[in-house]
């Protein structure tokens, strides 16, 4: 089926430890992004990509990294857990930055950091 | 950066009752989308509205864009409309931002 597959739904870090949040799509969209979602605050943005060998940063980019070697994976590298990045993270995907359509999102990476 | 506001944060109802979430914004947009997350985190996407008014069965939303503000209407709710309902506005240049959200609980 179309649209946003995160991996994994679920995961539990240890402070001080890295990992990586996977998103994919098969939509051909060029625009791709990642937002955490934190209570009562709504989604922030955190990176996101044009195009593929193309990345900037968001609102909340400290202590996240980002790479689109082709335009389907947007991966997102947590570099050293803090509890501060424990959050649910969404990542979203559309033709274009312009375009209004197909603004797809995944159903999310819960994320607890101990 | 622009700030988005979002009226009433929490808003319980009796299915069959309307109801009207408000999102205000501190600048000129180029878009402004409602956004619907449904209990079991997904969300999706309800209306692209910069300006004017749409509908879509029971849901019509409405944006002033020189009075900053924008109406999101659900007629005769349903259990199924609960979740929580973002606005998300793109100012010219700029990325998406979205409010804080209103947490709608429908009452059978």
């Known amino acids: 089926n179309a649209g946003v597959t995160q991996t994994p739904k679920f995961q539990v870090l240890k402070t001080g430890q890295s990992m990586t949040l996977q998103c994919a799509q098969d939509?051909?969209?060029?625009?791709m992004s990642w937002y955490r979602q934190d209570p009562g605050m709504g989604l922030r943005l955190i990176h996101y990509?044009?195009?593929?060998?193309?990345?900037d940063q968001g609102e909340v980019p400290n202590g996240y990294n980002v790479s689109r070697s082709t335009t389907e994976d947007f991966p997102l590298r947590l570099l050293s857990a803090a509890p501060s990045q424990t959050s649910v993270y969404f990542c979203?995907?559309?033709?274009?930055?312009?375009?209004?359509?197909?603004?797809?999102f995944g159903s999310g990476t819960r994320l607890t950091v101990v | 950066g622009i700030q988005v506001e979002q009226s009433p944060p929490d808003l319980i109802l009796q299915e069959g009752a309307n109801s009207t979430l408000r999102c205000n914004f501190s600048?000129?947009?180029?878009?402004l989308q409602w956004f619907h997350q449904n209990p079991w985190g997904q969300l999706i996407n309800l209306f692209y509205?910069?300006?004017g008014t749409k509908q879509n069965g029971r849901l019509s939303a409405t944006t002033v864009a020189t009075e900053r503000y924008s109406l999101l209407y659900i007629s005769s709710s349903q259990t199924t409309d609960s979740g929580v309902y973002f606005c998300?506005?793109?100012?010219?240049?700029?990325?998406?931002?979205f409010g804080p959200g209103t947490r709608l609980s429908v009452l059978p």
């Open positions: 979203a995907s559309s033709y274009s930055p312009t375009t209004n359509y197909g603004y797809t």
């Open positions: 939509m051909n969209h060029e625009y």
């Open positions: 990509s044009v195009g593929a060998g193309i990345t």
């Open positions: 600048d000129s947009v180029n878009n």
């Open positions: 509205i910069p300006s």
């Open positions: 998300a506005v793109r100012g010219y240049g700029q990325n998406f931002v």
